[in-house]
């Protein structure tokens, strides 16, 4: 646990020149926090322990800004830049080294029990206010842009603009 927690920070790190040390990183950056509360909820839900999973979300929401659904899967390495504002639902599925900015949304677009949030891939960007919304895929490697609104399969490699996004 404490080798990938330093994974994490030393990724922050290296992404971000203004960090001046993994302490500040650790104890200031609102990111790290919420995907370290995200893993001990994510394991109280896979244990069926509902309600504590929840509440340990909330908690984490609270202090971080960050919405991040217990049942959610996260890969290694997610970068969660400043991140106020950010909201990730039940069924992502986000792959590894990807980073998002602040106010992205990975939401559904149904209330039904099944896949209703997205699927992102391995060394995805996500730009500030970007809206990723449905049951779609976002493929490796995929940019999506600020303010962004993506509601179909993003290929691989691609780059996704505008308020109704449009590849680039």
């Not at 994974?7 to 790290?32: F, H, M, Q, R, V």
């Not at 995200?38 to 971080?64: C, D, P, Q």
């Not at 029990?113 to 997205?118: A, F, L, S, T």
């Not at 060394?123 to 895929?137: H, N, Q, R, S």
């Amino acid at each position: 646990m404490i080798n990938k927690v330093l994974e994490l920070l030393k990724t922050y790190k290296n992404y971000d020149p203004a960090a001046k040390s993994l302490w500040e990183i650790g104890l200031l950056y609102p990111g790290p926090k919420a995907i370290l509360f995200h893993r001990i909820a994510n394991g109280l839900y896979k244990a069926h322990m509902f309600f504590l999973a929840r509440l340990v979300a909330e908690i984490s929401r609270l202090l971080t800004g960050i919405e991040i659904h217990p049942g959610a899967t996260i890969g290694k390495r997610l970068v969660i830049d400043h991140g106020m504002g950010s909201v990730i639902g039940e069924t992502a599925v986000i792959g590894d080294d990807c980073i998002i900015f602040h106010g992205v949304t990975l939401g559904g677009v149904k209330f039904d029990p099944v896949k209703r949030h997205p699927t992102v891939g391995n060394k995805v960007m996500i730009g500030t206010g970007a809206k990723v919304l449905g049951p779609i895929t976002i493929g490796d490697r995929a940019l999506i842009g600020a303010n962004a609104v993506v509601m179909r399969d993003v290929p691989p490699g691609t780059t996704m603009v505008g308020p109704i996004a449009t590849e680039r």
